[in-house]
């Protein structure tokens, strides 16, 4: 199939799987004994994981898309990258052109991979078996798990700071409560995290509206805060930072498109979801600008709390509130993703049957572990915990390079699903082309690197501007495309034209 557009090859794709092939029958079978997957018109438990979406089970609209990056992408966490530019003397306009031109690039490549879903029917990170092996895929895995479990720390901690502006109780306490409601949506699964991420679009389009128009009205920014100067190397430094934070959320894009129609436009796939992400980012990030100009010190929580209350006595207090919610809504779809993630991983090595009960003991695992470290991490390792994800997401630029170059030009859009699942099939346990090209883009980055603890001898050189990201996507992406320039596609094409008569025929009407 095209990897633009649907071609006939699509509806014979999509028409399904309980079981791609024998050897890997176990993966793509559901619990259909115990629990329903999700259905049009009402929201049950996921049955469903890391196995392929069959035709029947298909269901949503394409515009759910954008709300659901809208919200997933409105929180303070965003907000918190619009205050690097005036922090580093940045003027209030140059720092809100720098995150919008920076959002928009980095939310590019995050969307075009919106579009692997519904023409794969599989979630985000079990594609990349097809770049770099069954197990080669391990590679990318390990950063995104850790990245998962990072974000997910900060988000509980985030969480818990703005509840405990107006209700009592211990952070302990708290991170339990706020991390049990995320487990429950995650463990709910697709259709709930899409039910919740779309209403909470209205409310915080609503609250947030009116947070920046007071903010605009009542803020002074005359004298800013971080001096207002111009400076191509703090531009630079903004630029990258919120391109890099867009770019983090392409390890499960299609995580929440695969259940899409496979027959739904490519273009209508992609702008919804480079809509809804790249407009909450350039929205929110230009917010902290904003705030971060007009107020010494800023912290996200009291900074909402102080606008806000400054226009109505307590709505700032509702804003932190509200805030909090879109903060448990992330977490849950954090922990879904990374039960995705660890669930393939594992799969690699031996088979794993996607039941409920994998799917909640894989959801409970991460959020322990979230809940554990959000605990042991005293609050003066926060910033060197932050380097540490930073470089986790340093891990993830090669690879979304080599994911998109393969679907959208080397193999454009054509797979053998069940070759994916299968140890024998024709990506094999390790490929050394997408290993190779990872390995070398991720080597590349490096003298671009900027943490508190390392600069490279590039970064240094460009007083601090870290351009990493851009060197990854141009190396690691062209060397996998010039390294599969003798792939033998004719065969990759008779195995996938025998995968869509297996993933057909499985789905098949009995006495058809």
């Known amino acids: ?42 929201v049950a438990i996921e049955s469903r994981s890391i196995d392929y979406v069959p035709a029947r089970e298909r269901h949503g609209k394409v515009w759910h898309q954008g709300p659901f990056w809208f919200t997933g992408n409105f929180v303070l966490t965003t907000m918190v990258t619009g205050f690097i530019g005036p922090a580093l003397g940045l003027g209030l306009g140059w720092s809100i052109l720098a995150v919008v031109l920076g959002a928009c690039f980095g939310t590019f490549f995050m969307a075009f991979h919106a579009n692997q879903g519904p023409r794969m029917g599989l979630p985000q990170m079990i594609q990349s078996r097809a770049q770099f092996g069954i197990r080669g895929a391990i590679v990318p895995f390990v950063a995104v798990v850790f990245v998962y479990v990072g974000f997910n720390v900060f988000n509980v901690v985030l969480a818990t700071q703005g509840l405990q502006t107006v209700l009592p109780g211990g952070s302990t306490l708290w991170y339990a409560v706020l991390i049990a409601i995320a487990i429950v949506l995650a463990v709910v699964g697709h259709d709930l995290l899409h039910l919740v991420q779309r209403w909470l679009t209205y409310v915080l389009i609503a609250v947030f509206g009116v947070l920046s128009i007071g903010a605009i009205v009542n803020l002074d920014v005359s004298t800013p805060a971080g001096g207002g100067g111009m400076s191509w190397t703090a531009f630079l430094v903004v630029f990258s930072g919120a391109a890099g934070y867009q770019i983090s959320y392409a390890v499960y894009v299609s995580d929440y498109s695969r259940y899409l129609p496979a027959d739904v436009p490519a273009r209508k796939v992609i702008w919804w979801t480079y809509a809804g992400a790249a407009g909450s980012a350039a929205w929110l990030m230009s917010l902290g600008a904003l705030l971060a100009s007009a107020l010494p010190d800023p912290d996200a929580i009291a900074a909402v709390r102080q606008v806000g209350n400054d226009i109505v006595p307590g709505f700032g207090t509702f804003a932190v509130l509200v805030s909090a919610l879109a903060l448990i809504s992330i977490m849950a779809v954090n922990a879904y993703g990374a039960m995705l993630t660890t669930t393939s991983a594992l799969d690699a090595f031996r088979p794993v049957r996607p039941t409920v009960r994998v799917r909640v003991i894989g959801i409970v695992a991460i959020e322990a572990i979230v809940f554990v470290v959000a605990i042991v991490l005293p609050e003066d390792y926060l910033g060197s915990f932050n380097d540490f994800i930073l470089m986790m997401l340093y891990g993830l630029i090669p690879w979304t390079a080599v994911n998109l170059v393969d679907f959208y ?38 003298p671009f690197f900027k943490t508190s603890f390392f600069t490279g001898p590039v970064a240094d050189a460009l007083d601090g ?23 033998d596609l004719t065969a990759e094409r008779a195995a996938e034209r025998a995968s869509e008569a297996e993933l057909e025929g499985a789905d098949a009407p009995s006495g058809a």
Not at 20 to 29: G, I
Not at 465 to 487: E, I, P, Q, T
């Open 465 to 487: 501007a870290d351009l990493s990201f851009v060197v990854g996507l141009l190396v690691g992406g062209a060397l996998y495309a010039w390294l599969c320039r003798d792939l």
């Open 409 to 446: 030009l080397v193999r454009r859009g054509h797979y053998a699903v069940t070759s994916i699942f299968d140890p024998r099939g024709i990506y094999g346990r390790w490929s050394w082309r997408g290993l190779t090209a990872y390995a070398v883009g991720f080597a590349a980055m490096i």
């Open 1 to 42: 199939m095209d990897a633009t557009r649907p071609s006939r090859a699509a509806p014979a794709a999509a028409r399904s799987a309980t079981a791609p092939a024998t050897a890997v029958r176990a993966v793509s079978t559901p619990d259909t004994a115990s629990v329903a997957g999700p259905r049009p018109g009402g």
